[in-house]
C-alpha cells in the first residue's frame, strides 16, 4: 500500500477540509524566520515573482508575497496546482496573482519566465525521490541567480516521518504500511539541492499540531478506532518525545516540521 498516494488521493477529494485545517491552527510553523532580508538580497531591485507550486489554497505563497511586499516591489504572485478545486480558494490580494491549473512539471517546463522566491510547502513527498531530484532541477533552472526556493515538509528524520506515516494509515484503517520511499530528511535534501545548483542553506525545526479530529472526520475514523490509536499514539509519542494531549475527545500531536531555504549560486 502506498501511503503517499493515498494521502494524496485523500487531499484530491478532500481539500477543503485541509483549509479549515490550516486556517484553525495557523499553520505557518517558522515561517517567521523568512524574513526579507534572509530571503533575498537588498540589491533585487526589479519587480519579483513570486511562485507557489503545489500551491493547495495558496496560504504559503500569500503569506510570503505579504512579508516581502513591505522591502521589494512584486510583480505578481503565481499559484499553480494540479487540483482546480484547491485553485478556487486562493486568497484575495492586493498583490497581483495568477492562478494556473497545471501539473507543477508541466508548468515548469513550458515557463520561459524567473522567478526569485519559489515556495514548495507540504509537497515535495508528492513525488518519489527520483522525481524530486528532476523537480528541483527544474526548479532551478526557473530561477535567477540570487533567487531563494523555500521547501518546507514534515518529520526531520525517517523515525518521526514513520510515526506520520503510520498514524495516517491507522487513522484510514490500514492494518500495516510499506513506506513509499517519498521522504527525504532535509539533510539529504540538502544534498540534492546542493547538486542542482543551490547554496547557503538555512534550516529551521518548528512544530505543527495534528489532532485527531481532523483525521476523523477526514477518514471516518469510528469510535473504536479511536480507542486503538490513542493507545498506540500515545505509546509512541512518549518514545518519540513528541508532545501528545487529549482534550474534549480529541487528541493533539506536535509534529515535526522543516523549513530549508536555499540559494540559487
Ligand atoms: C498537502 S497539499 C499542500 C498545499 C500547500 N502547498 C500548503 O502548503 O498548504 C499538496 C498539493 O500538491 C498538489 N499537487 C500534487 N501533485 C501535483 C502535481 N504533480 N502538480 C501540481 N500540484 C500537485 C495537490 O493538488 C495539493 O494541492
Not at 171 to 193: E, F, N, Q, T, W
Request: hydrophobic share 40%; charged share 25%; aromatic share 12%.
Amino acid at each position: 500500500m502506498k501511503i503517499f498516494a493515498l494521502l494524496r488521493d485523500q487531499f484530491q477529494k478532500d481539500g477543503g477540509s485541509y483549509l479549515a485545517y490550516l486556517n484553525r491552527i495557523g499553520d505557518f510553523p517558522n515561517f517567521e524566520l523568512l524574513t526579507p532580508e534572509c530571503l533575498l538580497s537588498k540589491k533585487k531591485k526589479a519587480p519579483l515573482k513570486i511562485l507557489d507550486l503545489a500551491c493547495g489554497p495558496g496560504n504559503a505563497g500569500d503569506y510570503l508575497a505579504r512579508k516581502l511586499s513591505g522591502r521589494f516591489s512584486i510583480e505578481k504572485v503565481i499559484y499553480v496546482d494540479i487540483n482546480a478545486d484547491r485553485l478556487k480558494t486562493i486568497p484575495n490580494s492586493l498583490i497581483p496573482r495568477e492562478i494556473v491549473k497545471s501539473d507543477l512539471f508541466d508548468f515548469l517546463d513550458k515557463t520561459g519566465e524567473r522567478y526569485e522566491v519559489v515556495v514548495l510547502r507540504y509537497a515535495i513527498y508528492y513525488f518519489p525521490l527520483a522525481e524530486q531530484s528532476r523537480l528541483l532541477e527544474a526548479v532551478a533552472s526557473a530561477m535567477p541567480k540570487g533567487g531563494c526556493c523555500v521547501v518546507s515538509s514534515f518529520g526531520l528524520n525517517d523515525g518521526e516521518t514513520g510515526f506520520l506515516t503510520e498514524l495516517s494509515a491507522k487513522a484510514m484503517g490500514l492494518k500495516s504500511i510499506h513506506y513509499d520511499g517519498c521522504y527525504v530528511p532535509p539533510k539529504d535534501l540538502k544534498g540534492r539541492m546542493k547538486a542542482r545548483g543551490f547554496l547557503k542553506f538555512e534550516l529551521s525545526k518548528g512544530v505543527t499540531v495534528w489532532d485527531i479530529e481532523s483525521f476523523s472526520k477526514k477518514f471516518d475514523l469510528n469510535k473504536n478506532q479511536y480507542g486503538e490509536l490513542k493507545s498506540w499514539a500515545a505509546s509512541r509519542c512518549e518514545e518519540m518525545g513528541f508532545s501528545f494531549k487529549e482534550e474534549n475527545n480529541n487528541l493533539y500531536f506536535e509534529v515535526p516540521v522543516y523549513v530549508l531555504k536555499g540559494i540559487k549560486a
